[in-house]
């Protein structure tokens, strides 16, 4: 593992050269802004965007602090930045329908083909032990397995950390459950590597363990989880409108619909640079791929840039897949140079 961070490194260094602001590119592209959002898998994308736009389209590219509401809002409203990599739409969803009906945004693609996946998880493990954890009845049935950390009489839920917008559906459907029935309460994680030590530490020790998660995520590459069947099936409608709203009179149980996660852009940047569009229409991961791939990138503690070369240096069949032989050769002759 040594040597591999040692290279990873140097790596980093040449990349930081790539990666520096570039100058004025073809007249055609002109600067272009990429959302990198605030978790690995789309942090990876933006820095991958970047680089073949900038090596392969001759764009200015540089990338912005993004998530999902502010830079959803802002390219609505201010037209920048010009693309959203992975942009989680379910929580935008009235908004980003508006944006696209005006004219202002358009939709280029799936950024994971099929779908980000939430749920409730419990160790598999633990359902190798007893298979009714992998339902809500089970893991109701044994919520004393499940201790919570400050109060040694009630069972820990951990949460969704505060102010993300998965708190407020995972808030209404412990509720739908009537979670705290079973005499759980909602530890709130204080943040997403908090939540992810949490499962972490669970895992290593083989305790139990019951929350909110979703995929695609590097923990979720080198830990097996099991999502925990509700018994109700998806009502998508009751998902959309009333579990995802902050206002949500009477929840009901439904497991979570795979949520749409998109590119989206600004119709002045599609406009602008339509071969550069036609990339990003086609650029699309799996789950599957995500969740290894991240799993490397914790592993090897590699930022998006690193991951972004290193994607391009290893999987030449998938990404030449999406652009031109003429964009493919400019990509290869820009690695070949660090």
Same mark, same amino acid.
């Given at each position: 593992m040594i040597h591999v961070k040692s290279m990873l490194a140097?790596?980093?260094?040449?990349?930081?050269?790539?990666? #520096?602001? &570039?100058?004025?590119? #073809?007249?055609?592209?002109? @600067?272009?802004?990429?959302?990198?959002?605030?978790?690995?898998?789309?942090?990876?994308?933006? #820095?991958?965007?970047?680089?073949?736009?900038?090596?392969?389209?001759?764009?200015?590219?540089?990338?912005?602090?993004?998530?999902?509401?502010?830079?959803?809002?802002?390219? %609505?409203?201010k037209g920048e930045p010009d693309v959203a990599p992975e942009l989680w739409s379910n929580s935008?969803?009235?908004?980003?329908?508006?944006?696209?009906?005006?004219?202002?945004?358009? $939709?280029?693609?799936? !950024?994971?083909?099929?779908?980000g996946e939430e749920g409730f998880w419990v160790p598999k493990y633990l359902v190798?032990?007893?298979? !009714?954890?992998?339902? $809500?009845?089970?893991?109701?049935?044994?919520?004393?397995?499940?201790?919570?950390?400050?109060?040694?009489? @009630?069972? &820990?839920? %951990?949460?969704?950390? #505060?102010?993300?917008?998965c708190q407020i559906s995972a808030g209404h459907l412990f509720d739908a459950l009537a979670l705290e029935d079973s005499g759980f309460q909602i530890v709130d994680p204080g943040s997403g590597a908090g939540l992810a030590g949490a499962i972490e530490k669970a895992y290593n020790r083989e305790e139990p363990w019951f929350g909110y998660y979703w995929a695609p995520t590097a923990l979720?590459?080198?830990?097996?989880?099991?999502?925990?069947?509700?018994?109700?099936?998806?009502?998508?409608?009751?998902?959309?409108?009333?579990? /995802?709203?902050?206002?949500?009179?009477?929840?009901?149980? /439904?497991?979570?619909?795979?949520?749409?996660?998109?590119?989206?852009v600004t119709s002045g940047f599609a406009k602008r640079v339509p071969e550069a569009?036609?990339?990003?229409?086609?650029?699309?991961?799996?789950?599957?791929f995500m969740n290894k791939f991240l799993a490397w990138m914790d592993e090897n503690q590699a930022d998006g840039e690193t991951a972004a070369v290193h994607f391009l240096q290893t999987e030449e069949e998938v990404w030449t897949a999406w652009v031109s032989a003429e964009v493919a050769a400019k990509v290869r002759a820009s690695i070949a140079n660090m």
């Open positions: 140097a790596l980093a260094a040449v990349i930081g050269l790539s990666f #520096a602001p &570039a100058p004025a590119h #073809a007249q055609g592209c002109g @600067s272009v802004t990429i959302a990198d959002m605030n978790w690995s898998s789309a942090t990876f994308m933006a #820095a991958l965007d970047r680089f073949i736009l900038d090596h392969g389209y001759g764009c200015d590219a540089s990338v912005v602090p993004g998530d999902t509401m502010p830079t959803g809002t802002s390219m %609505m409203e935008f969803k009235e908004a980003l329908d508006a944006g696209v009906k005006e004219g202002r945004l358009l $939709i280029a693609g799936k !950024s994971l083909s099929d779908g190798d032990k007893d298979p !009714s954890l992998a339902t $809500i009845k089970g893991v109701m049935a044994n919520a004393a397995m499940f201790k919570h950390p400050e109060d040694p009489k @009630s069972s &820990a839920f %951990m949460g969704c950390p #505060a102010g993300w917008n979720l590459g080198r830990f097996e989880m099991v999502k925990v069947d509700f018994g109700s099936g998806v009502d998508l409608e009751h998902f959309q409108d009333c579990i /995802t709203q902050k206002e949500c009179e009477n929840p009901k149980a /439904t497991m979570y619909p795979p949520s749409p996660v998109q590119t989206v569009f036609a990339y990003l229409q086609s650029r699309s991961f799996t789950n599957a």
